[in-house]
């Protein structure tokens, strides 16, 4: 499923600008003119990433980065402005925004910024899951699969899956390579049917010789395929 961003602003040109951008990076934007409104989304529209104006009507952006609601669900937050100061914009970042990105738009920092902004939410999510699983002792599905990795810069390299979620997958590489931080993922499930071939980012080494990755930028489709997988797993463990 596509990464939703959370776009607060009032200024409709610039909020339909940001809704075009969005979509054309492949993420899911969600709309909201107001502070407020945006702290009612975080419970029923669950954001990914957050894409904060400062000046608001009511509740400026400062303020929203200072409620309980919004630091305890900790998405990662961008702060866009074009009248901030430089003591506005430290002081953002240390009420817990994660970047700050001034107007007039740049379409390619923008982009390098949900990028990493999309990296520290997969990290949030992953820690919350790891808590979870804590919790309740339930490993996922054991795996073996053989995995071709290919890098952005041509390279293609063979892996073995270990663990398979879907968030992510567990795998060993069959060099002593240490893999690129943004990948694609080319693995057959054992049902018998279609391949799947996925965009990942490495999250971290779990020892040695094994990396987790993070599934991003998943469509419905791929979504489903990836659930029914780990659900087969499950029933045949």
Same mark, same amino acid.
């Given at each position: 499923?596509?990464?939703?961003? $959370?776009?607060?602003?009032?200024?409709?040109?610039?909020?339909?600008?940001?809704?075009?951008?969005?979509?054309?990076?492949?993420?899911?934007?969600?709309?909201?003119?107001? +502070?407020? +409104?945006?702290?009612?989304? $975080?419970?029923?529209?669950?954001?990914?990433?957050?894409?904060?104006?400062?000046?608001?009507?009511?509740?400026?952006?400062?303020?929203?980065?200072?409620?309980?609601?919004?630091?305890?669900?900790?998405?990662?937050?961008?702060?866009?402005?074009?009248?901030?100061?430089?003591?506005? +914009?430290?002081?953002?970042?240390?009420?817990?925004?994660?970047?700050?990105?001034?107007?007039?738009?740049?379409?390619?920092?923008?982009?390098?910024?949900?990028?990493?902004?999309?990296?520290?939410?997969?990290?949030?999510?992953?820690?919350?899951?790891?808590?979870?699983?804590?919790?309740?002792?339930?490993?996922?599905?054991? $795996?073996?699969?053989?995995?071709?990795?290919?890098?952005?810069?041509?390279?293609?390299?063979?892996?073995?899956?270990?663990?398979?979620?879907?968030?992510?997958?567990?795998? @060993?590489?069959?060099?002593?390579?240490?893999?690129?931080?943004?990948?694609?993922? =080319?693995?057959?499930?054992?049902?018998?049917?279609?391949?799947?071939? $996925?965009?990942?980012?490495?999250?971290? @080494?779990?020892?040695?010789?094994? =990396?987790?990755?993070?599934?991003?930028?998943?469509?419905?489709?791929?979504?489903?395929?990836?659930?029914?997988?780990?659900?087969?797993?499950?029933?045949?463990?």
């Amino acid at each position: 499923m596509a990464t939703r961003v $959370l776009v607060v602003e009032d200024e409709e040109e610039t909020a339909e600008l940001l809704r075009d951008l969005l979509h054309e990076f492949g993420y899911e934007p969600l709309l909201v003119r107001s +502070a407020e +409104a945006a702290r009612s989304a $975080l419970d029923t529209e669950r954001p990914d990433v957050i894409l904060l104006d400062l000046r608001l009507p009511l509740m400026s952006g400062l303020d929203f980065l200072q409620i309980d609601r919004v630091r305890a669900a900790r998405p990662p937050i961008v702060v866009v402005s074009g009248v901030a100061t430089e003591e506005e +914009a430290r002081e953002c970042l240390l009420r817990g925004a994660l970047d700050f990105v001034g107007k007039p738009l740049n379409a390619d920092l923008l982009r390098q910024v949900l990028l990493y902004a999309e990296v520290q939410a997969l990290r949030t999510q992953h820690d919350d899951e790891r808590r979870a699983a804590d919790r309740r002792r339930s490993a996922r599905p054991p $795996l073996t699969l053989p995995v071709r990795i290919f890098e952005y810069n041509g390279a293609e390299r063979k892996g073995i899956c270990v663990d398979l979620s879907t968030f992510g997958m567990k795998l @060993r590489p069959l060099e002593s390579v240490t893999p690129a931080p943004a990948v694609r993922l =080319y693995f057959r499930p054992l049902d018998g049917g279609p391949g799947l071939y $996925l965009l990942a980012i490495l999250v971290r @080494r779990e020892d040695p010789d094994t =990396y987790a990755f993070r599934f991003v930028n998943l469509t419905e489709a791929e979504f489903e395929r990836l659930r029914d997988v780990v659900a087969g797993v499950g029933e045949s463990s």
